[in-house]
Structure formats: C-alpha cells, structure tokens
C-alpha cells in the first residue's frame, strides 16, 4: 500500500477501504507521508466525498491516533462543539455556565479554521492560559473544579490537529467528511459522555443551507451513535456575525460582559437553546423551558462568571484581566466605519466578515502564522437595524493603518441598506 495509490484512487471517485483509511491517517500522524501528499488526498476527500462508512471508518482511524481518555470516575461528562461560526464566542459562556450548574464539563477545542475563529485562539488570548495541559491535569482540573478547556497539544486526535492546520491553509474546511471526522475524532478522544453539537448554517457557516445543516447533522449523530455516545444536534443560523466582536481577545471581553449579564440578544438564543439540551441530555432536566430559566439564575447571581474566574485561574491565566477588561492590550488604531446611508441594513455578510479579520491578522493563511489577538472589527449595527447617516456602524481595530483602512472601506461594502 502506498499514499500515491490511496490519492489515485480518491481522485478518481473511489471507495476507500478500512485499511487503505488507517494506513493514511497513522503513516501521516507519525511523519510518514509529506504534508504535500496529505493535502492532495484531503482535497480529493474534499472533492469527491465519502461514503458513511467511509466517514466513520475514518473518524475511527483519527481517534485511535492517540489516546483516549477514560472519565468515567468523573459521573456524566458532557462537552459541546459548534460546526464554525464567525463570532461564536458560545463555549466561552456556556461552558462555565453549564458547570455552575453542576455539570462536569472537559472540553477540547480548536483553534480559528477558515474565516471563522476558534475558541482556543480566543483563549491564549488571555495572559497565561495555558490550553496544553498533560492529560492527568486535564482530568485532575475537571474532577476539582468541574471544568477544563483545552487545545490539541495533548496526544487526543492528534490526526486531526495535523489534518485541521492543512484544510485550513489549503481552504478544504467546508465538507461533511472532514467537519465530521475532525469534531467527532476529538469528542470520543477527550471522553465525554453526552455530546450537544451547534451545527450553524448561512454565509459565516461552512453549510450554506438549512438542508446542508440537516444532512451534516445526521452523519453527526449516526457517527456519535456508532461510538456509544448520546449525541445531539442543534441547527442554529450564522448568516450574520453572532453578537457585536469578531476577532480573539474582543470576543472575549464580549464573553465576560455576557457572563456579568450584559447579554447580546443572538447570542443569547444560541446559548440558552445549547446550554438547554446539554441539561437535557445529561438528565438533569426534561423541561427546555426551565432548563433555560435556571441558566438565567445563574447568570444573575454572578455563579456563572465565578465559574469563569476560576477555569482561567486554574489554568495559569491571569484572572485580573477578566476583572478588569481594561487590561487587554488594544490594537493600535481603532477606525471608525460610516456608509453615509440610511435606512434598514437589509444583510451583513459574515463570511467576508471573517475574512477580514484574517486580513486583519485575527486568523492564520498559513498554519505557521502567528496570531493578533487584539485586532478585529465591533459590529456597532447589524441587519435588521436601522440606520441614519452619521452613525458609526462598525469599529476597526488594527496593528497595521493601510489595513485598518482597507478593512474600513471593504466593510463598508458589506453593508447592505
Ligand atoms: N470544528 C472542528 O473541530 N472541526 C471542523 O472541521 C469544523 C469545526
């Protein structure tokens, strides 16, 4: 068996057998087969699909590329993952949240794809947060506080970290075989028990249609079901930005704003209706409605933010930054966007968005790149409002001015009114 067959023969529509899967995924893993050769085979799975038991033989495959965690002394383990969004600072809120009430939540998350951006990214944002803990403290942080997040610098899927860093530079991020893969390999890695997935569609999503979203959830699930996990599926939209900040660390101090209950409206229908289901699902409540309503308390009475304090805490970071915001370093210019327009902003493309916040340095074009964590665009009005003349519609933050200022008059084309 050698790659250059398995390549051939994806590129020309075919099946791929169990093992033809496995020699790939683990030759790659140990250093094997050359990244050029790995990104060629991607682009042909890319291209041409794969069949479910393709997909699941491949999520198999990327699992046993390292290790898997048992934590079963910890109870029920539930973990949440979102398919990419633009914006999508959710697991920032609901993880402590859902921990504040009780619930064991060990997350590994991963870093921006794309134009969207990535929770750990959003994390190192934060002085001293470590996102590679070895394995050991992992649990130890999950069993002592109730919760940890982190990267994929530990030995769990290290498959997908390596596959993930090329779809991102050779743009293969939006297909079912590889989302799946990729989110269910490092699910079953890090041990969860219950698994709720935010499955976005719209132009800030890799599945453009509702029906892309309802077919990439159904190979979810079957696949989570296949494993022996509790899996569930929520469609949630991603047409527009969600909430005002894109971009690392002012993503973040949107997070800490939501969690001391200065709560974004979009926000807070994707993270009751995920944080709802995750209760659900671990049978600590049937009623989504009181579900809801006890998240809410939470957040009132400063428990979730607590919660918050202590997981940055407990993994190296600097908790007086998320005491005061104040602290995060600001880019160095911050433009102001007007369109010189009124009337209703009828869409607010979060695709391009996203892209510019690459451009921005928010995220990476080549896997070596170095993130900025202060640059990225507030969305001041989003579709739906209306807007008069003067009114500062977006903020620009940038380290660069001839970016700053291109980004400014690319985002003010964007603006649809
Ligand atoms: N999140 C992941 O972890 N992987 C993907 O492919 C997409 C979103």
Redesign the pocket.
Known sequence: MNIQEIIAKKRDKKELSTKEIDFFIQSYTRGEIEDYQASALIMCIYINGMTEREITDLTISMVNSGEVLDMSDLGTVIDK????GVGDKVTLILAPLISSLGLPVAKM??RG?GY?G?TIDKLNSIPGYKTDIEIEQFKENVKKIGISIIGQTMNLAPA?KKI?AL?DSINA?G?IP??????MS?KIAAGADKIVLDVTYGSGA?MKTMEQAEELSKVLVKVGKLAGKDTECVITPMEQPLGKAVGNSLEVIEAIEFLKGNMLEDVKDVVLELGSHMIKLAKKGDDLEKNKERMLENIFNGKAFDKFKQLVENQGGDVSYIENTDKFEKAKYIMEVKINKSGEIKSLDAEKIGNLCVLLGAGRIKKEDKIDSSVGIVLEKKTGEYIKEDDIVAYVHSNDKEIGEEVVEKLKELYCV
């Open positions: 993952h979102s398919t990419g998350s991963g794809l969207t990535g997908d993930y779809r991020v297909s590889l989302i799946v893969s990729s989110i490092k890799f």
